[in-house]
């Protein structure tokens, strides 16, 4: 059959020449026009740590945006962004930043439980914004903001950055092309070792926030709890209150791409999994296998934080899709391309970034009212099958998806976590 006939070396080149002018074109978006001294984008913060900090540095030294303001429950944090950009003014709250009307867009890193609040908040203020990744705590949340993005037409960004990077877009373009034949099978992983930020965490005891913490705030819609230095900063991703550990925040980037190439429709999945390496403050798996049905090719994904070998030695994260002509294997270092052939050698495409063509291109937007690279329809479909990995795992069984109305049908436990109880009075807006 014609689909399983095998990829030459040859018909792979000329589609490379093709697929490279493809991929630069996708990526550059809609060109800028000259901009004057008015024209700049005035941009807001809200979340100036670790990856909210990134961001502050990077559009800072951008020359067609200019620094507003910045919100973060951690004055020490401020005082590093205002450290860094002394003209910028500073808010404990979110809210209080989202009423200045000089500030035309938001940039989102908080963590993962207060995206959806914050960003409607800033869809109804009339701002475009740049969230981080997942779009939302939960499924249910996710779909509200895509409501309010729609009813408020505001550009929104979602940070899974490798949609603008060029090298991916060329991939995906191959696959979705039909050049490597039939994808049965795709492979997705995240592995950390011993020696990784992700590792063991210890049991500290609760104590008093550090100076400057205005703890309630930052728990905001979660419950409340005593302070606890494994549930604050970084360690926020390994407790179901704020997120859903690395299989829905760093899984998030192999998802969209997957759902980007091989469409978003998932049928059933089942996790396997558990904290067997650590005995330490994390409520999420330390190792996890997930199966994704989906018509016509099974889809995996492995978790591990107590090894990190790569079957490959490249990096702490990969995508494998396996086609009747050909194999290809991507990550940020860039792509391989395994040829059915067994006489050709593999075939190596270098990655050309994705961090700045992502942020570039939300700004574009903002200018041009087009939607943005990860817009947050396509956010809010990439991030549910870590959602529904982490739901599987948590009732301890298969569940089925009805991807039509984003529902589990004749399943009230699995039902009840596709979204969450709020606290007083951090409700999640209506749209």
């Given at each position: 059959?014609?689909?399983?006939?095998?990829?030459?070396?040859?018909?792979?080149?000329?589609?490379?020449?093709?697929?490279?002018?493809?991929?630069?074109?996708?990526?550059?978006?809609?060109?800028?026009?000259?901009?004057?001294?008015?024209?700049?984008?005035?941009?807001?913060?809200?979340?100036?740590?670790?990856?909210?900090?990134?961001?502050?540095?990077?559009?800072?030294?951008?020359?067609?945006?200019?620094?507003?303001?910045?919100?973060?429950?951690?004055?020490?944090?401020?005082?590093?962004?205002?450290?860094?950009?002394?003209?910028?003014?500073?808010?404990?709250?979110?809210?209080?930043?989202?009423?200045?009307?000089?500030?035309?867009?938001?940039?989102?890193?908080?963590?993962?439980?207060?995206?959806?609040?914050?960003?409607?908040?800033?869809?109804?203020?009339?701002?475009?914004?740049?969230?981080?990744?997942?779009?939302?705590?939960?499924?249910?949340?996710?779909?509200?903001?895509?409501?309010?993005?729609?009813?408020?037409?505001?550009?929104?960004?979602?940070?899974?950055?490798?949609?603008?990077?060029?090298?991916?877009?060329e991939a995906v373009e191959r696959i979705k092309s039909g050049e490597f034949g039939k994808i049965s099978l795709v492979?997705?992983?995240?592995?950390?070792?011993?020696?990784?930020?992700?590792?063991?965490?210890?049991?500290?005891?609760?104590?008093?926030?550090?100076?400057?913490?205005?703890?309630?705030?930052?728990?905001?819609?979660?419950?409340?709890?005593?302070?606890?230095?494994?549930?604050?900063?970084?360690?926020?991703?390994?407790?179901?209150?704020?997120?859903?550990?690395?299989?829905?925040?760093?899984?998030?980037?192999?998802?969209?791409?997957?759902?980007?190439?091989?469409?978003?429709?998932?049928?059933?999945?089942?996790?396997?999994?558990?904290?067997?390496?650590?005995?330490?403050?994390?409520?999420?798996?330390?190792?996890?296998?997930?199966?994704?049905?989906?018509?016509?090719?099974?889809?995996?994904?492995?978790?591990?934080?107590?090894?990190?070998?790569?079957?490959?030695?490249?990096?702490?994260?990969?995508?494998?899709?396996?086609?009747?002509?050909?194999?290809?294997?991507?990550?940020?270092?860039?792509?391989t391309v395994f040829l059915e052939d067994a006489r050709s050698e593999p075939l190596k495409v270098q990655d050309r970034?994705?961090?700045?063509?992502?942020?570039?291109?939300?700004?574009?937007?903002?200018?041009?009212?087009?939607?943005?690279?990860?817009?947050?329809?396509?956010?809010?479909?990439?991030?549910?099958?870590?959602?529904?990995?982490?739901?599987?795992?948590?009732?301890?069984?298969?569940?089925?998806?009805?991807?039509?109305?984003?529902?589990?049908?004749?399943?009230?436990?699995?039902?009840?976590?596709?979204?969450?109880?709020?606290?007083?009075?951090?409700?999640?807006?209506?749209v």
């Amino acid at each position: 059959m014609k689909t399983t006939s095998r990829l030459t070396r040859r018909e792979f080149v000329a589609a490379s020449s093709k697929t490279l002018a493809l991929g630069a074109a996708l990526a550059s978006g809609p060109a800028l026009n000259v901009l004057g001294a008015n024209d700049k984008i005035r941009l807001g913060f809200i979340g100036v740590g670790g990856r909210g900090f990134d961001h502050f540095k990077q559009f800072q030294a951008m020359s067609d945006v200019e620094l507003v303001a910045a919100a973060d429950a951690s004055q020490p944090k401020l005082e590093r962004a205002k450290a860094a950009a002394s003209q910028i003014r500073t808010y404990k709250d979110y809210r209080q930043l989202l009423e200045s009307k000089d500030i035309d867009a938001v940039v989102i890193a908080t963590p993962d439980h207060w995206h959806a609040i914050q960003t409607i908040h800033a869809c109804q203020a009339g701002k475009d914004v740049y969230v981080e990744k997942p779009l939302g705590h939960n499924i249910r949340e996710g779909r509200a903001m895509v409501r309010a993005a729609r009813k408020y037409d505001r550009v929104v960004q979602l940070g899974t950055q490798q949609r603008s990077g060029p090298t991916w877009i060329e991939a995906v373009e191959r696959i979705k092309s039909g050049e490597f034949g039939k994808i049965s099978l795709v492979r997705t992983w995240n592995c950390w070792g011993l020696e990784s930020i992700h590792a063991d965490m210890g049991n500290p005891p609760d104590s008093d926030p550090p100076p400057g913490v205005d703890y309630d705030l930052w728990l905001g819609p979660a419950p409340s709890r005593r302070f606890n230095p494994r549930h604050f900063d970084f360690y926020f991703y390994y407790h179901w209150a704020y997120s859903g550990g690395m299989l829905s925040a760093w899984g998030v980037h192999l998802f969209d791409v997957v759902t980007w190439a091989m469409g978003p429709t998932i049928n059933a999945v089942t996790t396997v999994g558990g904290k067997f390496v650590f005995s330490d403050a994390r409520e999420t798996p330390d190792t996890a296998a997930v199966t994704f049905e989906c018509p016509g090719y099974v889809w995996t994904y492995e978790l591990r934080h107590g090894n990190g070998k790569d079957p490959w030695g490249e990096m702490d994260h990969g995508i494998e899709f396996y086609g009747t002509k050909a194999s290809l294997r991507i990550n940020r270092r860039g792509y391989t391309v395994f040829l059915e052939d067994a006489r050709s050698e593999p075939l190596k495409v270098q990655d050309r970034g994705q961090d700045t063509q992502h942020k570039r291109n939300w700004l574009e937007c903002i200018r041009s009212r087009k939607r943005p690279n990860a817009d947050v329809e396509l956010g809010h479909l990439g991030s549910i099958p870590g959602h529904l990995g982490n739901i599987a795992y948590r009732v301890g069984r298969r569940i089925v998806w009805d991807g039509q109305n984003e529902t589990i049908p004749n399943d009230p436990d699995a039902t009840a976590l596709l979204g969450r109880t709020y606290r007083a009075p951090y409700l999640l807006p209506e749209v």
